[in-house]
C-alpha cells in the first residue's frame, strides 16, 4: 500500500475568480486566507491564528480607534488603489488625535467573480502601505457576495492608537485667533480618481495624494514645546477643505477668514476643476491635514511641516474669527469676499 | 491657469471698480439684469457686490436652464423612468430639481429608476448604442448653448439608424424670455422691476450672435452688453453700462468680441434649423407659458422624440405656494425676501429650482453671498 502525499493544488492567482466558497468557511476560504491574506500581511499577531488577536496593551496614554470603509470606484487609480487607501484612511483618522497609530484590523467584501489578480494586487499594496507605516494588520474578515450585489470589493479597515496623557487635540478646540495651516495642495485625489471615470476620461499626469499622516503630525507634536497649543488637526477628505472648515467651525463654535491666493493647489488640478465645473476647495483629498494653532507657534509648526516630506508644500491660510453663524469666509483672488460652504448634494460619488 | 487667470485678476478689478465709482452720476441709480445663470455665479462667486457704488444694483435674471425647467417637465422624465423603464440621461444639475410627489431624478433613481448623469448629449447615445436592449432617453434642456449638441446626436441617432434612443427635448430660447420681462407689467406699467440694461448673455451670444438683441435696444430702449462669465468680464460689463446710462444711450456693444459675433455661429445655427422647430407656447418656471419660446423635434425626425414616441401629454403643475422662484426669476423679488430661502429651502433640500443649480440665484446667494445679510441684521441690531 502506497500513502499518498498530502496535496492541495494552489489558488490560480492568474486566472481564477473568486467563487461563493471562497466566503462559505470551508476548504476554499481558508487557503484563500492562507495563501494570500497571511502571507502578504504577516505578523506575530495575525500568525497566533485567533479570531481575535491578543495585543500588548500600552501603559499609559489613551486609546484612539477609527474605523471606515472604503468603497471607491474604480479599484486603482493614479497613484495608488483601495487597498493602500484602506490603510492610509485609517491610520490618518487615527492619527488626527495626535495618536500614535499601532494596530490596524480589516474587513473585506468581495464579489463573486472578482478576478484574484487584481485581489492580490489590492492585499499586496495594502501589506505595503501597512508595512510602510509601521502599523501591522493584525485581524480581518472576508466574505463574498453574490454577482452584483457588490462592485469587486469594499475594504473596511478599523485602526487603534494610542494618544498621550494630556494631548487633546479635536474639532471643538478651535479658537479665535488661532492659525489656519494646510500640509500641501489640494484636490489632488478627486481630481485623479474622476479622471478615470466613465464618460469623464480625460488624460493627466495627477497621481492621489493617498498618503499616511501619522509621522507628520508626531513630527509637528515634537516640534512644539507646549504640543497643547496645537489645537485641531483634521484630514481633508470627502467635502474637501471647504466642509472640513465648516466641520470644525461648527463643532468649535468659531468662524474662519481664510484667504483664496494663500491655498495651495497644483495648476493642473485647477485647470482639471475648471473644465469639470468643480471647486477645488470641495475636492477629496487622502494625504493632507488641517492644522489648527495658537498664533505663537504657527511659524514653529508651519516649518516643521516644512521639513518633513509630506508637508513640504504647507502654508498658513487664514485664521480663525468670532462669528455666531460660524461662516467660514474667504477674500477672493479677485478682491471681493464670499461664504465658502459645505458641500451640498453629491460633488463627486464613491471617492474613498 | 494661462487665458483664465488675466480675467480673474484682482489688480484689473480694482482698476475697473475705481472708473465705475468714478463714473456713477449719485443722482441716478443703476439697475442692471443679469440675465444668465453665469453671471450670477460669478456674481456672487467673486463677491462683484462689494466692488460697486451702492447704487449700481444687480437684478438676477431668469437664465439659469434648470431654474425655468417646470415641475411638469421633471415629472414627465421621472415617470419615463420609473414607469416606462427607459435609461433618462441628463446634465448633473437637473438631478435635483424638485418635481411633483416630493420627488426628483436623484429620489427616483433610488426607488429604483435608471438615472444616468451625463457630461454630454454625445454620451447618452453612446449609452444607447451599448444597450440596444434598453430604451435610452436624454432629458434635453438649456438655453441656445446646449441646443447645438442636442441637434448633432439626433442627427447621428437618425443617421446611424439608432432605434433605442430618443430625446426629450425642453430647450428654450433667450430673446424670448427677454422680450417676456420687458413686457411684463412690473416692468412696463408698474415700474416695480427697474431695469436700465442688460448683462447680455455670454455663450448663449456665441450661438445666436449679438444682433438678436438689437431689438431690445431699439424697441425698448435698454442698453445691452454681451459679457463673458468670468469677473472681470462682468466688471467690464458693468462699467459700459455705466457709460451708456450716462449718456443717455441704448444700444447693443459687446464685451464679449473676443468669441461673439455679430451673427453668430452660423454653422450651429443651420444644424439647429434642421432638428428643431418652434413650440407654439412652453411653460416657464416663473414666468408661466411663454409664447415661441422654445424648441420641438421637427416631423422628419418623429423617431427619436420621446414626446411622441412614448405619447407624452405635458400637465402644469403649480410650485409651492410660498416659493418665491417666480418672483425672483422675474427679478421682482430677491432671495432673501423669499420665507422659505434658508430655512426649510436650502441646497441640500431646495423646495425652489432657483436653489438647485449654483447658477440658481438663491443657491449663489445661500452659498457664496449670504453673510452680507447677517451683517446687515447685526448692524441694526447694535446702531
Known amino acids: 500500500m502506497t500513502t499518498k502525499k498530502n496535496y492541495l493544488r494552489p489558488i490560480d492567482f492568474k486566472h481564477g475568480h473568486i467563487d461563493m466558497t471562497h466566503g462559505a468557511g470551508g476548504r476554499a476560504a481558508a487557503q484563500l486566507v492562507n495563501e494570500l491574506f497571511a502571507r502578504a500581511f504577516d505578523n506575530e499577531y495575525l500568525n497566533q491564528g485567533h479570531d481575535g488577536a491578543l495585543l500588548p496593551f500600552p501603559t499609559g496614554g489613551r486609546l484612539v480607534m477609527a474605523t471606515d470603509g472604503h468603497v471607491i470606484s474604480p479599484l486603482f487609480f493614479p497613484g495608488g488603489d483601495i487597498g493602500c487607501l484602506s490603510v492610509h484612511g485609517t491610520v490618518n483618522d487615527v492619527a488626527m488625535s495626535g495618536a500614535k497609530p499601532l494596530y490596524l484590523a480589516a474587513s473585506f467584501i468581495l464579489e463573486e467573480g472578482f478576478a484574484l489578480a487584481d485581489l492580490k494586487r489590492i492585499v499586496e499594496s495594502m501589506a505595503a502601505a501597512a508595512r510602510d507605516a509601521g502599523v501591522p494588520i493584525v485581524t480581518g474578515d472576508t466574505k463574498v457576495v453574490e454577482k452584483g450585489k457588490g462592485d469587486g470589493v469594499f475594504i473596511s479597515t478599523t485602526g487603534v492608537g494610542v494618544v498621550p496623557d494630556g494631548l487633546c487635540i479635536d474639532g471643538r478646540q478651535a479658537r479665535v485667533g488661532d492659525v489656519i495651516l494646510v500640509s500641501g495642495t489640494m484636490g489632488e485625489h478627486g481630481v485623479a480618481v474622476m479622471s478615470l471615470r466613465e464618460s469623464l476620461e480625460f488624460e493627466t499626469a495627477i497621481e492621489s495624494d493617498t498618503a499616511a499622516l501619522h509621522t507628520l503630525v508626531q513630527a509637528m507634536l515634537q516640534a512644539l514645546p507646549d504640543p497643547g497649543a496645537l489645537h485641531v488637526l483634521r484630514d481633508p477628505t470627502r467635502g474637501g477643505l471647504a466642509t472640513t472648515l465648516n466641520e470644525i467651525a461648527t463643532q468649535s463654535q468659531v468662524g474662519m477668514a481664510i484667504e483664496e491666493a494663500l491655498i495651495p493647489v497644483l495648476p493642473q488640478v485647477e485647470a482639471a476643476c475648471e473644465l469639470l465645473g468643480l471647486d477645488p476647495l470641495y475636492v477629496a483629498n487622502e494625504g493632507k491635514l488641517i492644522a489648527i494653532c495658537a498664533p505663537e507657534v504657527a511659524d514653529t509648526l508651519l516649518a516643521a511641516m516644512r521639513a518633513h516630506p509630506l508637508g513640504q508644500g504647507a502654508q498658513r491660510i487664514g485664521t480663525v474669527t468670532q462669528d455666531a453663524h460660524c461662516f467660514v469666509q474667504m477674500s477672493t483672488r479677485f478682491g471681493g469676499r464670499r461664504v465658502v460652504d459645505w458641500l451640498s448634494g453629491e460633488q463627486l460619488p464613491r471617492i474613498c | ?383
Not at chain 2, 23 to 41: I, K, P, Q
Not at chain 2, 119 to 141: C, G, H, M, T, W
Not at chain 2, 167 to 190: G, K, M
Not at chain 2, 210 to 224: C, L
Request: include cysteine.
Open chain 2, 1 to 383: 491657469m494661462k487665458y483664465i487667470d488675466e480675467f480673474r485678476d484682482g489688480d484689473g478689478a480694482r482698476h475697473i471698480a475705481a472708473k465705475i465709482a468714478a463714473e456713477v452720476r449719485t443722482d441716478l441709480s443703476y439697475n442692471f439684469m443679469e440675465f444668465c445663470g453665469g453671471h450670477t455665479h460669478a456674481i456672487s462667486r467673486y463677491g462683484i457686490a462689494d466692488m460697486l457704488p451702492a447704487n449700481v444694483r444687480m437684478i438676477h435674471g431668469p437664465g439659469c436652464p434648470v431654474c425655468v425647467l417646470p415641475i411638469g417637465r421633471v415629472d414627465l422624465a421621472i415617470r419615463l423612468a420609473l414607469e416606462r423603464g427607459v435609461m433618462l440621461c441628463t446634465y448633473g444639475d437637473t438631478m435635483r430639481v424638485p418635481a411633483s410627489d416630493n420627488l426628483s431624478l436623484i429620489k427616483a433613481k433610488a426607488r429604483g429608476a435608471d438615472i444616468r448623469m451625463v457630461y454630454s448629449a454625445s454620451d447618452a447615445l453612446k449609452l444607447a448604442e451599448q444597450n440596444p436592449e434598453r430604451e435610452v432617453v436624454f432629458f434635453a434642456i438649456g438655453f441656445e448653448t446646449t441646443t447645438p449638441p442636442t441637434a448633432l446626436v439626433i442627427r447621428d441617432a437618425a443617421a446611424r439608424a439608432v432605434k433605442n434612443f430618443s430625446v426629450l427635448c425642453c430647450h428654450v430660447l433667450t430673446p424670448s424670455a427677454i422680450t417676456h420681462i420687458l413686457e411684463s407689467a412690473e416692468v412696463r406699467q408698474l415700474g416695480t422691476v427697474p431695469i436700465d440694461g442688460f448683462i447680455g448673455p455670454a455663450h448663449v451670444s456665441i450661438i445666436i450672435g449679438s444682433q438678436p438683441y438689437e431689438h431690445f435696444a431699439e424697441e425698448y430702449r435698454k442698453p445691452v452688453v454681451i459679457t463673458g462669465f468670468e469677473p472681470l468680464d462682468v466688471m467690464q460689463g458693468i462699467l459700459m453700462l455705466v457709460r451708456q446710462v450716462n449718456a443717455g444711450q441704448a444700444v447693443v456693444e459687446n464685451e464679449f468680441s473676443r468669441v461673439v459675433t455679430r451673427d453668430g455661429n452660423l454653422a450651429a445655427q443651420n444644424l439647429v434649423s434642421q432638428v428643431f422647430e418652434l413650440r407654439e407656447s412652453f411653460e416657464w418656471r416663473g414666468l408661466g407659458e411663454v409664447p415661441y419660446s422654445a424648441l420641438k423635434i421637427r416631423p422628419a425626425f418623429a423617431e427619436w422624440d420621446a414626446e411622441r414616441k412614448f405619447d407624452l401629454h405635458y400637465a402644469s403643475v403649480p410650485d409651492h405656494k410660498q416659493c418665491e422662484c417666480g418672483a425672483i426669476l422675474r427679478g421682482v423679488k430677491r432671495p432673501q425676501d423669499c420665507k422659505l430661502f434658508g430655512t426649510v429651502c436650502t441646497p441640500e433640500s431646495p423646495m425652489g429650482s432657483c436653489m438647485v443649480s449654483n447658477e440658481g440665484a438663491c443657491a449663489a446667494h445661500y452659498s457664496y453671498g449670504r453673510f452680507r445679510d447677517i451683517a446687515v441684521v447685526a448692524a441694526s441690531a447694535s446702531a
